[in-house]
């Protein structure tokens, strides 16, 4: 028990070094991470997401020898985590074997978030041999539910092939980490113990579960800067997706549950961008965040070379990477009074952004992370083991009282 305690407070102890790094990476306006959006293109039609309105006619994306120099540079300037973004990021598959071994041999961490759309055999294989890190499957339903909200028919299935090409590939290996990425909104919250469910049976090493993000028309005119309106891709469709009240407290309640039931098994529950986000935020779609770390911290790139303040804001540019260097575009004049305008609380869009709980959480909600992340996954963990025994009874009473005021807090 005493190693084991000791384990837990150096675990405790990286995470809030780690904190107290990114916050001074924040104040020198020094990046550490990439989001290189390789496409706008995708073969989702997502009622949660527009991206897929956002290709430009007749304007050509970055080939391969482009993308190197642009990762070169980002190499150079000591980022280390990248995030390769679409669309759906295997229509670029012309490029995207080989960009991601370019981006291992210099040390790099990748994320790859896909749809499954795409994905085949000879794919799954590939990027199990070129090294990805963390591979995010998106499964915001089962069955008919997925093909609904994802706007294709035949998604579930294909998605359901996918996990299985992943899984096949990668053969007992540790990496990549398979993760399915369920996005919460008021199309799914019925559903979320079934896809826990599917992740689990279909061999996936964790369930994330984010909330939904949703701009209005208001947001955005409130948001023009430089005479530039934004042209963010959490539009607000047909019908909100946001939850209403009674369903934000009920999705408190109901990820608790799905953590206590999939506690020391072999699929992992993240929902601590969910579990540090009021009860009135989730339903009223708003973020309390007054400082962007992603325009700090976090060098967004689009198809076509040019550094963006974020996925929220595409179509104002700091400078391109293929015509300049980056230490003459980061933290230049067009990025300083950006990042002024933003802090002064003039952009209505930041404070409706979902980035804003899952990258740009202050530093007391960092501490708040641990907590649910490592404390009360702690607690969960090691009181709900055993039989009912005497012994394992107290733990369960014990456990039972930390979910009591667990519920209070809201």
């Known amino acids: 028990m005493l190693k084991l305690l000791c384990k837990g407070i150096g675990t405790i102890g990286q995470e809030v070094r780690r904190s107290v790094q990114r916050e001074l990476a924040c104040y020198h306006g020094t990046p550490t991470a990439s989001l290189l959006v390789l496409t706008y293109r995708c073969t989702s039609r997502c009622k949660t997401c527009t991206i897929w309105k956002r290709p430009k006619a007749g304007i050509p994306e970055l080939g391969l020898a482009e993308w190197k120099r642009i990762v070169k540079q980002l190499s150079e300037n000591n980022v280390r985590i990248v995030e390769l973004f679409g669309g759906d990021v295997f229509l670029r598959k012309d490029l995207l074997m080989p960009l991601i071994k370019f981006m291992k041999e210099r040390g790099m961490t990748i994320h790859l978030p896909t749809n499954g759309n795409l994905l085949t055999p000879d794919i799954a294989r590939e990027l199990v041999e070129s090294g990805v890190d963390f591979i995010y499957l998106s499964v915001d339903g089962v069955k008919g539910a997925q093909d609904k909200i994802r706007g294709v ?115 992992g529950i993240l929902t601590v961008n969910i579990d540090t986000l009021p009860i009135d935020d989730i339903y009223q779609g708003t973020i309390n965040n007054k400082k962007c770390y992603m325009l700090r911290t976090e060098v967004t790139v689009d198809p076509y070379g040019n550094i963006v303040p974020c996925m929220c804001v595409n179509n104002y540019f700091f400078g391109n990477l293929v015509e300049s260097d980056f230490q003459e575009i980061w933290n230049n004049a067009k990025h300083s009074r950006f990042i002024e305008q933003q802090r002064t609380g003039k952009l209505a869009l930041c404070r409706h952004c979902i980035y804003g709980v899952q990258r740009n959480h202050p530093f007391y909600v960092s501490l708040k992370r641990i907590y649910y992340t490592h404390i009360l996954n702690w607690y969960l963990n090691h009181l709900y083991k055993g039989s009912e025994s005497p012994v394992a009874s107290r733990k369960r009473l014990l456990c039972e009282k930390l979910k009591s005021l667990h519920e209070q807090r809201y």
């Open 153 to 267: 028919d035949g998604t579930f299935d294909r998605a359901c092939r996918a996990i299985k090409f992943l899984t096949q590939a990668r053969a007992g290996k540790q990496l990549p980490r398979l993760i399915c990425n369920t996005t919460v909104s008021n199309l799914n919250i019925n559903s979320l113990y079934d896809i826990a469910d599917f992740a689990y049976r279909s061999g996936f090493d964790e369930n994330h579960f984010e909330y939904v993000g949703e701009f209005c028309e208001k947001h955005v005119e409130r948001s023009i800067f430089d005479g530039i309106e934004p042209t963010p891709y959490y539009m607000k469709q047909e019908d909100s997706v946001l939850l209403n009240k009674e369903e934000a407290i009920r999705l408190k309640n109901t990820l608790w549950m799905i953590k206590k039931k999939f506690v020391n098994t072999s699929l």
